[in-house]
Structure formats: C-alpha cells, structure tokens
C-alpha cells in the first residue's frame, strides 16, 4: 500500500498568512491527489484534485503543486473561514489513502 | 445529494449495514466511495464500487469484512462491515467520484458526500 504522510500535523497562523501544507507518497503517485478541508462536525470537503486542479466553486486563494511524491496545498492569505483540518488522498494504487491530517489553528 | 441511512449501535461481532441513496445525478456516472472517521481521528478510505458494473475495490484492511454493492434501480448503494469491533466505531461517509470525461477513473477526486453514519460498537 503508498503511504501518505503530511507536516506539519498543526499549524498556527494568523488571518492574512501565507500557509503552506506538505503532502508526501511513500512512492511516486504522479499527480494523483487530493486535498480536502474538514470542519468539526462536517464532511470533508475537496478543494484540490489533480494535484493542482481547483474544485469549482473553491476561492482561488487556494492552490495545489507537485508531482511523483511531493506535494503543496498553499492559502495565499488565510481567512477566518480556512481555519480547519487539511488532508491529502492519493488514489493511484489499488488504494486510495488519505495522508494523517493537518489542523490549521 | 448523498442521503445516508440512521446511526447504528452494534455489539461486537455482529454486522453493520449503511444505505447511501443518491438523487439529482446519474447514478452510473460516479463511483461511490466509502471512508470513515474514528472520534477524534483521521480518514481511512474503506472501498468504493462502480455502480455500472457492481465490481467493488476494498481497502487491504478491510479485506473479507466488508461488502460494497449497489442498486441501480433504487440509487442506494450498500456497505456492509462484518464481525465489528470496538475500534470500527466510526462515522461513516459515503462519497462520489465523478468518472466520464476528463475524470475517467474517478481522477477528480470525492466531490459529494453524504451527511455521514455513525456506527458504536459496544458490549
């Protein structure tokens, strides 16, 4: 199975900060990612697909980069509403596995 | 809209079955996934199934406990998790993933979820 790792596990930041989120596969899984935001009590939500492709409807203060077993979910200026948990999925092997999380606080 | 069935209390051993019924879509155009979140934990992606063709695809973890199927007549799709333990209690999703076009193999990652079905597991 790849495994997804993620750092750091929490960030504190404060509203305008630029934050960048790193999302690691255990093998290449080319661009073969996800991100997803989640709230306390509510679903997840994707903003990220593709590695760098923006969900419609997401604010593009939001971004995706990389490829192989490296990957980024940068906020160009953090918004009181972006204060959540962050994860990764990879769903290139026979496997679609989510990286542990990062809360953003 | 992905509406999933009622919490579930279940002792251990015995066998959970969540219902996912879609509306507003075609059904056949997405494979829906199942993940679920122990209190206070991460996601773990549990399997997915093509409604097209009914063939599901499990996470190694899951191997031999649990059972996806799908119903196209009625768009509700099933999961099944067999001799339950106290650390599969869990709030369980259902989600799509689109799969035509430019998404084919569900590539666009878990767009739709449902509002989630927690399952206890207790003695």
């Known amino acids: 199975d790849i495994q997804m790792t993620q750092s750091p596990s929490t960030l504190s930041a404060s509203v305008g900060d630029r934050v960048t989120i790193t999302c690691r596969a255990s093998q290449s899984i080319s661009s073969w990612l996800a991100w997803y935001q989640q709230k306390p009590g509510k679903a997840p939500k994707l903003l990220i697909y593709?590695?760098?492709s923006l969900e419609s409807g997401v604010p593009s203060r939001f971004s995706g980069s990389g490829s192989g077993t490296e990957f980024t979910l940068t906020i160009s200026s953090l918004q009181p509403d972006d204060f959540a948990t962050y994860y990764c999925?990879?769903?290139?092997?026979?496997?679609?596995?989510f990286g542990p999380g990062t809360k953003v606080d | 809209q992905l509406v999933q069935s009622g919490a579930e209390v279940k002792k251990p051993g015995a066998t959970a079955i969540i219902s996912c019924k879609g509306s507003r879509y075609t059904f056949s155009d997405y494979y829906i996934h199942w993940v679920r979140q122990a209190p206070g934990k991460g996601l773990e992606w549990v399997g997915l199934?093509?409604?097209?063709?009914?063939?599901?695809l499990f996470a190694e973890n899951f191997q031999g406990r649990v059972t996806i199927t799908a119903d196209t007549s009625t768009e509700t799709t099933y999961m099944e998790l067999s001799s339950l333990r106290s650390d599969d209690t869990a709030l369980y999703y259902c989600?799509?993933?689109?799969?035509?076009?430019?998404?084919?193999?569900?590539?666009?990652?878990?767009?739709?979820w449902g509002q989630g079905t927690l399952v206890t597991v207790s003695s």
């Open positions: 199934i093509d409604p097209e063709d009914g063939v599901p």
């Open positions: 593709k590695a760098s």
């Open positions: 989600a799509t993933a689109y799969r035509l076009g430019s998404c084919s193999g569900g590539t666009c990652g878990l767009d739709f």
């Open positions: 999925q990879q769903y290139s092997g026979y496997s679609r596995t």
